[in-house]
């Protein structure tokens, strides 16, 4: 797994496994995804605009892969849109210790094998889903002579959850959502 920036330690922290909460009731506690993705729909039934699963999740999976080889890559402009300014300043923090050292980082996929809706949150204006997802990737980090800073660092990472928070204003027209924070289960 890619460490990623901002990380949140407890995947549970922003509302993972927490159902949904608005403004006028709490919903049910449910760490299962189908129940996951019905209080996501219930609350955004009530924050005044559409919601379709299905459609979130492959977005979160291309969202999720874009912004692991954005920051792998310090591709800077690919990241500001995808990410809070708060999360954007920590990825951006990396990026620039890494160049500072001369490091160059390469990563590359082999599989997102499931992303899960697990929580939803709605307050005021804002609303926030939690994804889970399980991947496999390769990540080297190299110093400028393109020797690994670390020698294991090369292999295939094991399957591990990473949760990624994402957000955006249900008022606004823009349609896309912001990754707002990330966590790992340990």
Known sequence: MV??????????????????????????????????AGAGTRCHCRAGFSFDPRHFISGARSAYEMIVLAFANGDRRALKDLLSSEV???????????????????????SIDKAELVGAEARDRAAQLT???????????????????????RIRSPILPMFGHFARDTTSRDPNWKLVGTGSAH
Not at 10 to 32: I, K, Q, T
Not at 88 to 110: A, G, M, N, P
Request: charged share 40%; glycine share 8%; aromatic share 4%.
């Open 88 to 110: 954007y300043e920590s990825f951006e923090t990396v990026i620039k210790d890494r160049e500072k050292h001369e490091q160059k980082t390469e990563t590359r996929f082999v």
């Open 131 to 153: 994804v889970r997802f399980v991947s496999q990737m390769i990540s080297v980090t190299r110093d400028k002579a393109g020797t690994d800073r670390r020698r294991q660092s």
């Open 3 to 36: 460490p990623m920036p901002g990380r949140r330690d407890r995947p549970g922290a922003a509302g993972a496994d927490r159902g949904c909460r608005s403004a006028d009731r709490p919903l049910e506690r449910s760490g299962r995804s189908r129940h996951a």
